[in-house]
């Protein structure tokens, strides 16, 4: 099993990019997939999610109404499309598959302790 983001570089303020995570070896539609990212010198985040149940799809409050995740059933690829990115933003972004009926619960946006497949991460700088 394999989670492959790309996409990833340096961006100016109010710019956008978008992370594809490839997926291979598993049924990508049997676990929730999502993103955390991890900012210099603090814990990884989750930071968005598509849940396997229902195909909602979830989000912490700092990216609401910046980020959207899909499902990309053709390309067997879950992306992260980042819009009016900030200087905040800056980190490293990892997609990873958690096992669980539903992810973006009370208790986070994912469960690390639930991950089973983790990506190699890409870094993204917002900076001017």
């Known amino acids: 099993a394999r989670l492959v983001e790309s996409g990833g570089g340096w961006v100016q303020p109010g710019g956008s990019l978008r992370l594809p995570c490839a997926t291979s070896?598993?049924?990508?539609?049997?676990?929730?997939i999502g993103w955390f990212r991890q900012a210099p010198g603090k814990e990884r985040e989750g930071i968005s999610c598509?849940?396997?149940?229902?195909?909602?799809?979830y989000y912490v409050d700092s990216v609401k109404g910046r980020f959207t995740i899909s499902r990309e059933y053709a390309k067997n690829s879950v992306d992260l499309l980042m819009n009016n990115l900030k200087p905040v933003d800056t980190g490293v972004y990892y997609c990873?598959?958690?096992?669980?009926?539903?992810?973006?619960?009370?208790?986070?946006?994912?469960?690390?302790?639930?991950?089973?497949?983790w990506g190699q991460g890409t870094q993204v700088t917002v900076s001017s």
């Open positions: 070896g598993f049924d990508f539609e049997h676990y929730n």
């Open positions: 990873a598959a958690e096992n669980s009926p539903q992810c973006g619960g009370p208790a986070g946006i994912l469960n690390r302790r639930l991950i089973d497949v």
């Open positions: 598509v849940s396997m149940s229902d195909g909602g799809t």
